[in-house]
């Protein structure tokens, strides 16, 4: 998948990345989220983690501000 090339193994940011997908424009969404969070986590050279998605995720698409909703693994 796109995370697994990505290198993105962290399930919880996995799940949010995976949330960015249902809005309009999946894999747009998702690629430039990437890009944002990747910058805030570079900025403290670190890897990406789930609120540095949550956070780019605001950043990209303001006009939904609430937290990702992620669905649980059955």
Do not use: C, Y
């Amino acid at each position: 998948t796109l995370l697994d090339a990505w290198g993105i193994t962290d399930d919880a940011v996995r799940a949010r990345f995976k949330a960015t997908t249902r809005f309009p424009g999946a894999l747009g969404n998702m690629s430039e989220v990437r890009k944002i969070a990747a910058l805030l986590a570079g900025m403290d050279k670190r890897e990406i983690n789930a609120g540095d998605v949550e956070e780019a995720w605001r950043s990209f698409k303001p006009e939904h501000q609430g937290h990702l909703a992620v669905r649980e693994a059955a």
